[in-house]
């Protein structure tokens, strides 16, 4: 499966599977409340959807021949599951000290929950095995070639593989198997909540209302892995933390600030990147 088909299927599976709708309560719909079911780490985005796809800039890319092969692309992949762009509300992410790769999300949608899961579990290069963690229900989703059973079993001990669960009707959480148990964990009061990291929160306080929202903690191997590509950059180890929007309306609105060890090294580094943008 192409990355792109396997990153939208996950995100499409992620809002797509309900489990025991009968105590389903009512789905959390803002970024806030999704922060509170993800567990504490060294970085956090929250994406409003919703005002992202009904922005004139989306609107504009969508028609470029260069972006709109892509974007039905993805379109076409929810279809095949039955879900759609517009069903997804609000997604708010996570982020391990490990780095990106090591993620839960959240998300928050309606959906068409039993036609979901009838069509997932119809695709022969699928697998969906289950568990039962405090009381919720986890899925893991497993590749396989389109001669095997679809059969629901206990998941593997591979924790790395992706997996999801429902919290109710209309919102999920997703990542790998350790994620999902750790945001279950965070819902139950068990374990600190990223919406608990003061230094994060004050960060994605800065501009609430902006379309997409990040904050991170820079560690060391962060900045010893920022790829110059020629360019004569700055010493980026005083960075401590950088978070930011993006917003959109007619066009993209990049906002970044980075966060120093002390006024004199963030100055130098001003100094720096100013004169590379002269040039």
Same mark, same amino acid.
């Given at each position: 499966m192409k990355r792109i088909a396997f990153v939208s299927l996950m995100l499409a599976l992620a809002v797509s599977i309900s489990f025991n709708q009968a105590s389903a309560r009512a789905g959390v719909q803002a970024g806030g409340d999704l922060l509170r079911l993800l567990p504490d780490g060294s970085g956090v985005a929250v994406v409003d959807v919703q005002r992202t796809l009904t922005s004139s800039f989306w609107t504009t890319v969508s028609s470029q021949d260069k972006f709109r092969s892509a974007i039905e692309k993805v379109h076409a992949e929810f279809a095949n599951v039955g879900l759609r762009l517009s069903d997804l509300r609000t997604v708010a992410v996570s982020f391990s000290s490990g780095g990106s790769k090591d993620f839960t999300g959240v998300v928050s949608g309606s959906f068409n929950q039993a036609e979901l899961l009838t069509r997932l579990r119809a695709k022969p290069d699928l697998r969906i095995l289950s568990e039962t963690y405090k009381n919720v229900e986890i899925f893991q989703v497993n590749e396989v070639s389109k001669t095997a059973a679809q059969t629901d079993v206990k998941p593997s001990g591979n924790n790395n593989k992706m997996a999801f669960a429902f919290y109710d %009707?209309?919102? %999920?959480? +997703?990542?790998?198997? *350790?994620?999902? &148990?750790?945001?279950?964990? #965070? &819902?139950?009061? #068990? &374990?600190?909540? +990223? %919406?608990? *990291?003061a230094k994060l929160a004050a960060a994605l306080a800065e501009n609430p209302s902006a379309a997409i929202r990040f904050a991170a903690e820079v560690t060391p191997a962060m900045t010893q892995g920022i790829?110059?590509?020629?360019?004569?950059?700055?010493?980026?180890?005083? +960075?401590?933390?950088?978070?930011? #929007? +993006?917003d959109v309306t007619s066009s993209i609105d990049i906002n970044t600030t980075l966060r120093h060890d002390t006024a004199e090294h963030a100055k130098a580094i001003s100094d720096q990147l100013n004169g590379l943008f002269g040039m």
């Open positions: %009707a209309g919102t %999920a959480v +997703i990542g790998d198997l *350790n994620g999902v &148990r750790a945001s279950i964990d #965070t &819902r139950a009061g #068990t &374990r600190p909540s +990223i %919406a608990q *990291n790829q110059t590509g020629g360019v004569p950059l700055p010493d980026f180890s005083s +960075i401590k933390m950088v978070f930011g #929007t +993006i």
